[in-house]
């Protein structure tokens, strides 16, 4: 399967959605979400207990989806792993055939479904990544030799709302020399603010470091409000607001609105990150309209026999 880097460099614009495994084993309604989607998005994130709620480990979702022929990324958070898990969780989705991973941090246990727990936290954002370029090099943390290394296409997260955009750049930047790849960013609603994020990115010119902006359908009024009041570098503009206020078909309006974000991000970024919170049914509507689709299959086999 093709990894996210070989994708960008084939020229597509890549679509990238995600999908949360299950509390207990029941994987059918995401592999159904999955397939319905397949021609739609080029890879999946499944998430590492998405709000600090617990649920099934996403290294075994994302095996299920390669049995599917659906390419997934692994989210790892280093919320609940020491750097010894951290590794040994890596070395096993290599070893299952998974190739793109994003690294976060992660929620607190307290937004979570199990408040009490202890969190972990024994690597931050940019010594997770480096763990990672670390393992494919053939070495571990510690310095030691490994036994066969994987070759993970490393993934990382970055905020281009941030008020403090100097110190995001510099964040990311770390990030980039610890040796993350693609990036993934939190929800675009202000497409002239992502254009000022997008004029800093020249500094990594050839390191062919990919750039995959957040979408998040507007669901409601309430939800815009939430993002804005709750969620550092989310700023829903107010006409966007007042649209959805004033819809008779808030899902119609919702995918409206975000087909035209990704039209006007354009060229500057590669791809988009489709997070639909539970409704996945409007994907195919919103990447219509915006006029971007998932690989086609003669692109699916250069990039695959091009990946190494």
């Given at each position: 399967?093709?990894?996210?880097?070989?994708?960008?460099?084939?020229?597509?614009?890549?679509?990238?959605s995600?999908l949360?495994?299950?509390?207990g084993?029941?994987?059918?309604?995401m592999?159904?979400?999955?397939?319905?989607?397949?021609g739609?998005?080029?890879?999946?994130?499944?998430?590492?207990?998405?709000?600090?709620?617990m649920?099934?480990?996403?290294i075994?979702a994302?095996?299920?989806?390669?049995?599917?022929?659906?390419?997934?990324?692994?989210?790892?958070?280093?919320?609940?792993?020491n750097r010894?898990?951290?590794?040994?969780?890596?070395?096993a989705?290599?070893?299952?055939?998974i190739?793109?991973?994003?690294l976060?941090t992660?929620?607190?246990?307290?937004?979570?479904?199990?408040?009490?727990?202890?969190?972990?936290?024994?690597?931050?954002?940019?010594?997770?990544?480096r763990?990672v370029?670390?393992?494919?090099?053939?070495?571990?943390?510690?310095?030691?030799?490994?036994?066969?290394a994987?070759?993970?296409?490393i993934?990382a997260?970055?905020n281009p709302?941030?008020?403090?955009l100097?110190?995001?750049?510099?964040?990311?930047?770390a990030?980039?020399?610890?040796g993350?790849r693609?990036f993934?960013?939190q929800?675009?609603?202000?497409?002239?603010?992502?254009e000022?994020f997008?004029?800093?990115?020249d500094?990594f010119e050839?390191?062919e470091?990919a750039?995959?902006?957040?979408?998040?359908p507007?669901?409601?009024v309430r939800?815009a409000?939430y993002?804005n009041?709750?969620?550092p570098?989310?700023?829903?503009?107010e006409a966007?607001i007042?649209?959805?206020?004033g819809?008779?078909?808030?899902?119609?309006?919702?995918?409206?609105?975000?087909?035209?974000?990704?039209?006007?991000?354009?060229?500057?970024?590669?791809?988009?990150?489709?997070m639909?919170?539970?409704r996945?049914?409007?994907?195919?509507?919103?990447v219509?309209?915006a006029?971007?689709?998932?690989?086609a299959?003669e692109?699916?086999?250069?990039a695959?026999?091009?990946a190494?």
């Amino acid at each position: 399967m093709p990894r996210i880097t070989d994708l960008v460099r084939s020229g597509r614009f890549v679509v990238t959605s995600e999908l949360n495994p299950p509390k207990g084993l029941d994987l059918a309604p995401m592999l159904e979400a999955a397939r319905s989607l397949a021609g739609f998005v080029d890879a999946f994130n499944l998430t590492d207990s998405h709000n600090a709620r617990m649920s099934m480990a996403p290294i075994g979702a994302a095996r299920r989806l390669l049995d599917e022929g659906v390419e997934p990324i692994l989210q790892m958070t280093a919320r609940d792993r020491n750097r010894i898990a951290v590794q040994a969780d890596l070395l096993a989705a290599a070893a299952l055939g998974i190739s793109n991973v994003v690294l976060m941090t992660g929620d607190p246990p307290s937004h979570g479904d199990h408040p009490d727990a202890k969190a972990v936290f024994d690597l931050g954002s940019v010594e997770i990544i480096r763990t990672v370029r670390g393992l494919n090099e053939g070495r571990d943390l510690a310095g030691n030799a490994l036994r066969g290394a994987p070759d993970l296409c490393i993934g990382a997260v970055v905020n281009p709302g941030n008020p403090d955009l100097d110190g995001e750049m510099a964040r990311m930047t770390a990030k980039v020399e610890a040796g993350a790849r693609f990036f993934q960013t939190q929800a675009v609603y202000d497409v002239p603010a992502f254009e000022r994020f997008a004029r800093q990115l020249d500094r990594f010119e050839g390191l062919e470091v990919a750039v995959i902006a957040g979408i998040i359908p507007i669901k409601s009024v309430r939800m815009a409000r939430y993002l804005n009041e709750n969620v550092p570098g989310i700023e829903v503009p107010e006409a966007l607001i007042e649209e959805i206020a004033g819809s008779d078909d808030v899902d119609a309006t919702s995918t409206s609105i975000a087909a035209r974000t990704i039209a006007g991000l354009g060229s500057l970024c590669q791809g988009v990150h489709l997070m639909t919170l539970g409704r996945e049914a409007l994907i195919p509507a919103i990447v219509g309209q915006a006029g971007v689709s998932a690989r086609a299959p003669e692109v699916l086999g250069a990039a695959a026999g091009g990946a190494g």
